[in-house]
């Protein structure tokens, strides 16, 4: 199993991101899926989170500006993310936790990071 993150890059204060995190390989169902972010100097924080039924919850400072979505088909899940502040300025990491077979246990995977700067 593989998770692919892209979409980061430099955006002005008040600008739009989508980012993407692709799953690969042998995957039965995605159960959970998130985004988490690292700040420099800072510990890496939760952004969002959905669960397979749909729920979907996410960090007060976020909350009204990102969106977090999934696309069955294309085993992909997004962080849309609007009013981008540079407090929002982090290496943003995808995170699902998923089976691989049916009766499989959940097992959770991470994807590389991709960079995200909100500055003018």
């Known amino acids: 199993v593989q998770l692919q993150a892209s979409g980061g890059g430099l955006v002005q204060p008040g600008g739009s991101l989508r980012l993407s995190c692709t799953v690969s390989?042998?995957?039965?169902?995605?159960?959970?899926m998130a985004w988490y972010r690292q700040a420099p100097g800072n510990q890496r924080e939760w952004v969002a989170a959905?669960?397979?039924?749909?729920?979907?919850n996410y960090v007060d400072s976020v909350k009204g500006r990102f969106t977090i979505s999934r696309d069955n088909a294309k085993n992909t899940f997004y962080l849309q993310m609007n009013s981008l502040k540079p407090e929002d300025t982090a290496v943003y990491s995808c995170n699902v936790g998923l089976r691989r077979t049916v009766g499989s246990r959940v097992t959770e995977y991470w994807g590389q990071g991709t960079l995200v700067t909100v500055s003018s």
């Open positions: 390989g042998s995957v039965f169902s995605l159960n959970t």
């Open positions: 959905m669960v397979s039924g749909g729920a979907s």
